[in-house]
């Protein structure tokens, strides 16, 4: 309970600086909304920036106090203001029109690369030298490349020349989104291509770190001990040794997972798939300063949130975390 309390003390401490620094890293930016939309809308009044400093929440630096404890509050109710690039749409709108897309795609490939690799790992170093464990070079070669180089091949080969899938975007566009079969098994069809992208250059990156753990853990003297009372193979590679070796492993998962929420942005823009990262990329180029602010808040968080489980995870799988935090 005490390790409890104090983990949730310091991601307390985190969100709120991950709070503090987002309200301030836009304000010290050169400019500010107000100027880019005037900028941008010569033919707009004068009188017509007072009007957009309220909209946007954007005020004289003598008040940054006032702007900061208003921001505060904003976040508390999950309003995140209006975005410049899609005006009059909500930022929270916008957010909630993309996440899911995100989450699904880049989430399930994530968890498939991370449960690939993890069990091409342990087969390797327990049956080290045979042929998954000579393949491994190979497999580092392909993580090697830059996913998004792999991702135009893929398109190139299997989109233009054979044509077995669509070339981007979500889903086709004759279909109308919601919970029917048509709209669902198109978003799986066009979803194929990035999430075996994420899929093939994750898998070696775990497999090699599970691997080279599992070899350090085979020798110990519980593993021996267990081979010594007769226990079948599978038991003692299982509960002995990858019980053990999964441990670090799980603190790079909670990283992937917590990244999970921004979206692998370059995938993203190759495909044109409708997600965060094409979203984030969108309100970069285009100065949105709200959906700007919303994204890094909303990652931010998805990486706390993320750490804190595996926290949790991490004292259930290893008792002697238990015993360290009575």
Not at 174 to 179: A, K, L, N, S
């Amino acid at each position: 309970m005490r390790f409890l309390v104090r983990r949730l003390v310091f991601y307390a401490v985190a969100a709120w600086v991950a709070l503090t620094v987002n309200f301030f890293i836009p304000r010290a930016m050169p400019g500010n909304a107000v100027q880019d939309v005037m900028s941008r809308f010569p033919e707009l009044q004068p009188s017509a920036e007072k009007a957009l400093e309220a909209m946007l929440g954007v005020a004289h630096p003598g008040s940054m106090w006032h702007q900061y404890t208003s921001y505060l509050g904003d976040i508390f109710r999950f309003d995140f203001g209006v975005s410049l690039s899609e005006y009059p749409a909500r930022v929270s709108t916008l957010l909630g029109e993309t996440i899911p897309w995100t989450l699904t795609l880049v989430g399930t490939a994530t968890v498939i690369g991370f449960l690939v690799g993890t069990g091409f790992g342990i087969v390797a170093a327990w049956r080290s030298g045979g042929w998954l464990d000579r393949a491994l070079p190979a497999l580092t070669f392909v993580q090697a490349l830059p996913y998004f180089f792999l991702a135009l091949i893929l398109i190139e080969v299997l989109g233009l020349k054979l044509k077995v899938f669509p070339l981007g975007q979500g889903y086709a566009g004759t279909d109308i989104p919601g919970w029917n079969w048509p709209f669902i098994s198109s978003a799986i069809y066009h979803s194929v291509l990035p999430a075996f992208t994420i899929v093939i250059t994750s898998v070696a990156g775990w497999m090699l770190q599970m691997r080279n753990v599992m070899i350090t853990t085979i020798g110990e003297d519980y593993v021996l001990a267990g081979q010594a009372k007769g226990l079948r193979n599978r038991r003692v590679v299982l509960t002995y040794a990858a019980r053990n070796a999964i441990l670090p492993q799980l603190s790079g998962f909670a990283n992937a997972i917590g990244f999970v929420v921004s979206g692998a942005i370059v995938m993203e823009i190759v495909f044109s798939y409708p997600g965060v990262g094409l979203l984030l990329v969108n309100a970069v180029t285009s100065n949105d300063y709200p959906l700007m602010q919303a994204i890094f808040l909303v990652i931010s968080f998805a990486v706390l949130i993320a750490n804190l489980l595996v926290d949790l995870v991490y004292v259930f799988v290893d008792p002697r975390a238990r015993t360290r935090t009575a």
